[in-house]
């Protein structure tokens, strides 16, 4: 079974430009704070019109848009601007400046932990196979491969095939399939329109 982080159970903190909430952090005994982690999961809020990103040297970043419109400039040079569902990879390293506000989605990855990132728009009833967002290929998630579902909006549920289990998802609820998990046997089915993030992650 996968692990479920209900909304009331996540961590939210101020960053300089809003609001930003931790879903999932690995390893479970690291720290975004002390910068001790190889990969970190969140959702934020950027409410200042104009902002600067926090420096994190050495963390590699996705960040895709989920409400509103945001422009990215990187380093005085590279702008992109983002509308939902659009996303955008960079480094820590860069400097990076922030218009606009928006919710968003980031995946922060160190080391050599490699992810991707997905958004969905399901309605009502629609079904969605997570066997075709298996990592690397291959049904069963190997030896550090982590599979994540966001709930951004609606309610879905996350149903195991020819099983009884089945289990509700609700408006920012996070849910995280671990190693040795088989994706083939889950599919989502929404009970309202939704719309849903996926992220692949791989340690090599």
Known sequence: ???????????????????????????????????????RISSAYCQDSESSFTSLPGVKRILMVLEGRITLCHNGKRKVTLLPGDQDHFTGDEITRSTGGCVDF?????????GNVF???????EKLSLDDFSVKGKPDLTDGC??????????????KRHKVNKVKLKDQDFCMFREGENLG???????????????????S
Do not use: D, H
């Open 185 to 203: 046997s889950w599919y989502l089915k929404c009970e309202k329109e939704s719309e849903i993030v996926l992220v692949q992650i791989c340690q």
């Open 1 to 39: 079974m996968p692990e479920i982080i209900r909304k009331e159970k996540q961590k939210t903190s101020q960053w300089a430009g809003g609001t930003t909430t931790e879903l999932f952090l690995y390893p479970p005994e690291g720290s975004y704070v002390s910068r001790n982690f190889l990969f």
């Open 119 to 125: 958004y969905r728009k399901l309605q009502q009833e």
């Open 106 to 114: 980031n995946l922060m990855m160190k080391e050599n932990t490699q």
């Open 146 to 159: 982590y599979f994540g579902i966001y709930q951004a909006k609606g309610k879905a549920s996350l149903v």
